[in-house]
């Protein structure tokens, strides 16, 4: 019989505060090894929550956070990182004081020894912009280079996972399909992703299933025909 | 403020009437030395008080604020040995010039701010420090007797140690009370603005330097009063008096006691020098307990002991 | 003249000395953004466990590496126990909290060695003086801390501008949860780097031991000088505190060695012999009034932190 594909991450009832105010409320979600999977929701609905959650930079309280069969919840972010998450955070995060090169040699890893790990000749490759700017220090990039090194620097850890928060937010429209035609490259070498974005149309396209969050908790998951097939679902949720 | 008879408050009524009766318990006791212990302690709890004003409540963590002690001390011990002994005199200088020296430093310093701030107020009393050592004439390094205490005609007798004892008393009621009007006064609310907001203070018309300045020279001159008092009561002066660590003594005594209290300085004064006479007794190094119990209380109970008895009303 | 030189050449040795500290405590502030009033008592420290294990040896040498050792384990262990607490918290709290620190070590060192304080011997290869120019001799072993601090100084540069871990320390000092979120386990970091500060602290403390002094609260007026340098070059700039502190050590040693006499030109020379030594400590503090009324910011205020 087939099994089911063990999940590489699998999120189960997770709940989360901020100081004194709840944002997670029993949020489930799951990603299988290759696929590509997207958290959607209007803002302050807890996507970046939970991005955080998993990563460990914003506990969770209960719940299960299991990545390759590894409980996670509990464990300090550095660890959780070591495991094969890679995170490109919101708002990019590039070190400001750092040159490009430096931003993706300071953190670069390859802890499972893959054969074939990422390289700084090979992040330029993909990233030809980074290539002509590798001395110039990080804060000067133009905020599409910016997002480029952040998404280089979690590649350069050679993650399972990757997780990309909000990586096209503010960018010009030909920076943005610039970086959407990265991500189906890496998505066809086979790399895991995990994507929160609001571009629903785009995000249709490029990925394989949905999870929509609505007041810290899942409210549809579905494959991207499905997705498709119910406007009413944009509409009420993501606001289309 | 909250109800008139809460735990800080009960605390501050029972302080001041053991203080009152210090000296009577001191003589029926027969323990003389608690006199002069308590002397010291409230001494002390002045100078601790006036730095809380430009600390707790101005934000200005001066950690040279043992320089004012110095300077009221040496106006006193100065003058008494060019033969001028009128208290009326050493007094008002002593105030005056501590006045000044608060008026230089503070001009300087405040141009600078936090971390920067603390350690320029310290290199400034490190200056003076290395000057009153320089002064061969007034004891150097070796400090200085005071023969006799200051004169105020027939008024008062500062060298009967009971009235000696209430007159600090009384001058420490009176900074308490002179603090307190001036926090909780316009001016001190422009102060404590400033603390947390300096740029909201510019906008809507309140030149936060100038009102540091001015908040940053009443405290100096209030200790240098304190000064004064620490120089007759120990009849000596030395360079001594204004060592960064007498600045890190009082700075102990207002977070002990609370930096968000007008008051708690005077108890943090009498909790740290009854502890240390206490500790003392015990064991030659002390010093090893308070340092630790100290950053204890920075991480644990920041609001010092006021805080720990108001915030169980706030719970 | 010559005397001029020896004395300049002087101050250039208290320079490195307190750069040596400034360095330690700009390191540790840019990245972890922590005010180390101990920092003194490291360098206290050093110079005590120096003593100490060079007597124990016999070894100059030997005392000074088994020093180093002992103050980085120091340093480590107050890290984990102390400062890992004071992490995230208002300046202010840094300040006092290290302030007991201070208590804590001074006491110890009095508990441990005793309130007379403790000399450490030069090896007698070191005794000799040499012929920097015609005509000036400069102690050899002065010479020695001039080099090694400046070796010690481009090693320090080195690491924290070409090493990977000096690019996770820079890393750190501007965002600290993100380095965590790529892997690296930044609170291991942290005590590296407040070790290395510490180590930087002792060198100094055992370099000027055989010359200057090994007693209870030496690291206080270093440490205020050391600060006053840090103002003085401008917040968060190594080439200002090196430069500043050039300049703090070339006034003071000069300063004290020919004020006195150019104040006899004007004065009297019984005011000037009292007045002379006075004036003399005041002159830094006379240049930092200068540098805060004029240039509040420092001589090489860091554009970015």
């Known amino acids: 019989m087939s099994t089911v594909a063990e999940a590489l991450l699998a999120v189960s009832n997770v709940e989360t505060c901020y100081g004194l105010s709840q944002v997670l409320f029993g949020v489930t979600l799951a990603v299988v090894p290759g696929e590509t999977v997207t958290l959607m929701g209007r803002n302050g609905m807890g996507k970046t929550t939970t991005v955080r959650s998993v990563m460990g930079l914003t506990p969770a309280m209960t719940g299960s956070i299991r990545f390759d069969g590894i409980e996670i919840r509990e464990l300090p972010s550095y660890r959780i990182a070591k495991l094969g998450l890679g995170l490109v955070p919101e708002g990019r995060q590039v070190f400001p004081n750092l040159t490009t090169r430096e931003n993706l040699v300071a953190t670069a890893a390859n802890r499972r020894n893959v054969s074939d790990p990422w390289t700084l000749d090979k992040v330029c490759a993909l990233f030809p912009r980074l290539a002509e700017r590798l001395m110039s220090m990080a804060n000067l990039l133009s905020g599409g280079e910016q997002q480029m090194l952040a998404i280089g620097r979690a590649l350069m850890t050679n993650p399972r996972l990757l997780i990309l928060d909000e990586a096209t937010e503010g960018l010009a429209p030909l920076i943005r399909a610039e970086i959407w035609q990265c991500l189906t490259r890496l998505k066809a070498a086979g790399q895991s992703i995990l994507v929160i974005d609001k571009n629903v149309q785009a995000l249709i396209d490029f990925a394989d299933r949905h999870y929509v969050i609505e007041r810290g908790k899942v409210v549809w998951t579905g494959s991207s025909r499905e997705l498709a097939a119910v406007p009413e679902v944009q509409h009420r949720y993501l606001g289309i | ?315 | 003249m010559l005397y001029f030189i020896e004395q300049s050449l002087n101050g250039v040795q208290l320079g490195m000395l307190l750069f040596l500290l400034a360095a330690g405590l700009t390191l540790i502030f840019g990245i972890m953004d922590l005010v180390n009033l101990a920092h003194g008592s490291l360098y206290m420290l050093g110079a005590y466990f120096a003593a100490t294990f060079a007597a124990m040896t016999g070894s100059f040498i030997a005392g000074a590496l088994l020093a180093l050792i002992a103050t980085l384990l120091v340093g480590m262990a107050v890290e984990v126990i102390a400062m890992r607490r004071l992490y995230g918290r208002d300046h202010l709290d840094h300040v006092l909290g290290t302030f007991g620190l201070i208590l804590f070590f001074n006491e110890l060192v009095r508990l441990i060695w005793g309130p007379a304080g403790m000399t450490l011997a030069l090896p007698s290869e070191m005794l000799t003086a040499v012929q920097v120019l015609p005509g000036v001799y400069f102690p050899l072993y002065r010479l020695v801390i001039i080099v090694s601090t400046l070796a010690v100084a481009l090693l320090l540069y080195v690491l924290v501008m070409r090493t990977r871990i000096g690019m996770l320390i820079r890393a750190g000092a501007s965002n600290r949860e993100m380095v965590g979120a790529l892997g690296i386990n930044i609170k291991l970091l942290y005590t590296l780097v407040f070790g290395l500060g510490a180590v930087l602290a002792g060198f100094a403390g055992l370099m000027q031991a055989p010359i200057l002094t090994v007693q209870i609260g030496m690291g206080e007026n270093i440490l205020i000088l050391a600060f006053v340098v840090i103002i003085i070059g401008g917040i968060g700039s190594i080439r200002g505190a090196f430069v500043a502190a050039m300049l703090v050590g070339l006034i003071d040693t000069v300063g004290r060695a020919f004020l006195p006499d150019l104040m006899r030109l004007f004065l009297s020379a019984n005011a000037a012999s009292t007045a002379g030594p006075a004036f003399s400590s005041m002159l830094i503090y006379m240049l930092t009034a200068g540098i805060l009324v004029f240039r509040p910011e420092g001589l090489f205020p860091a554009a970015t932190r």
């Open chain 2, 1 to 315: 403020m909250s109800r008139r008879f809460n735990t800080l408050n009960l605390l501050i009524a029972g302080v001041i009437a053991a203080l009152a009766l210090i000296p009577v318990y001191s003589a029926l006791s027969g323990y003389p030395f608690l006199l002069s212990l308590f002397t010291r302690i409230l001494i002390l709890a002045m100078a601790a008080v006036t730095l809380n004003l430009i600390m707790g409540f101005g934000g200005m963590v001066s950690f040279g604020h043992a320089a004012y002690l110095g300077i009221g001390g040496y106006a006193v011990g100065i003058l008494a040995k060019e033969g001028f002994n009128s208290g009326f005199l050493q007094w008002p200088v002593a105030v005056a010039a501590s006045a000044l020296f608060a008026l230089a430093i503070g001009a300087l310093s405040l141009r600078t701010r936090g971390v920067y701030f603390i350690m320029i107020t310290l290199a400034f009393t490190q200056m003076i420090y290395y000057v009153a050592i320089g002064l061969d004439r007034y004891g150097g390094d070796d400090g200085m007797t005071i023969y006799r205490r200051s004169q105020f005609g027939g008024l008062i007798n500062l060298s009967n140690r009971t009235v000696f004892y209430y007159l600090c008393l009384v001058l420490l009621l009176g900074t308490v009370y002179l603090v307190y009007r001036i926090v909780n006064s316009r001016f001190g609310l422009v102060i404590q603005g400033s603390r947390s907001n300096d740029r909201r203070m510019r906008a809507i018309g309140f030149p936060p330097y100038r009102y540091k300045l001015v908040c940053f020279v009443i405290g100096g001159a209030l200790c240098g009063l304190a000064g004064a008092l620490l120089a007759n009561h120990t009849d000596f002066i030395s360079p001594a008096l204004m060592h960064w660590t007498r600045s890190g003594d009082l700075l102990v005594m207002s977070v002990l006691g609370g930096m968000g209290s007008v008051f708690g300085p005077v108890i943090g004064a009498v909790a740290l020098l009854m502890l240390e006479e206490t500790l003392s007794g015990l064991t030659e190094y002390w010093q090893i307990i308070i340092g630790p119990l100290f950053l204890l209380v920075v991480l644990f109970a920041r609001g010092g002991i006021a805080g720990m008895l108001v915030g169980e009303h706030r719970g």
